[in-house]
């Protein structure tokens, strides 16, 4: 099939075959996207197109299966990204409650190693820059920190033993 015969037979169809796409996916560009492709398509198999006897109505149905698989593939993408979400919103509450439980340990702690722990966890300080700023030796604040770390880490230890519990039944 030479070019101007593809031009003649099948890229004529190319109008009523947005047209039907246009149809089915709602959408101009892809539309668009869907004869682009089935042209090229055609193009690279044009000595099998010849052999059609009726190349409109099989150029239409190509115009159809080619929608339905994107949309499937659509449909497939939103109702993973919808899962997602779905997902996200499950354990989201969860780790912000974790977030918020840790702020309201550090915040229940005697106020040296409260200002210690934040000082060094939060805003990332040094050790000799928290002994300048709060004027007290290095070693009170290795000790503050550590002593504020452990009872942080136990009170949520404790939290996590709780939410894990087993209920028991009455016999």
């Known amino acids: 099939m030479t070019h101007e015969i593809f031009r003649d037979t099948v890229f004529c169809l190319k109008d009523e075959m947005y047209r039907f796409a246009k149809k089915f996916v709602m959408s101009a560009d892809e539309a668009e996207d869907v004869v682009q492709d089935l042209m090229m398509k055609f193009w690279q198999t044009k000595e099998k197109i010849a052999e059609y006897e009726n190349l409109k109505s099989f150029a239409m149905k190509c115009v159809k299966n080619e929608c339905l698989n994107r949309l499937k593939h659509h449909n497939v993408k939103s109702e993973f ?14 780790v912000n ?14 106020e040296k190693q409260k200002s210690v722990i934040h000082l060094k ?7 000799s820059e928290i002994s300048e700023i709060l004027e007290m030796e290095e070693n009170a604040v290795r000790v503050n920190l ?26």
């Open 81 to 94: 990204a919808e899962l997602q979400q779905h997902r996200s919103e499950i354990y989201k509450p969860e």
């Open 97 to 110: 409650n974790m977030k918020e439980q840790i702020l309201i340990f550090i915040n229940r702690l005697p």
């Open 121 to 127: 966890d939060v805003e990332e300080y040094e050790i």
């Open 146 to 171: 550590m002593r504020a770390r452990q009872k942080v880490k136990e009170q949520i230890t404790n939290l996590m033993n709780y939410e894990h519990r087993q209920i028991s039944r009455p016999i």
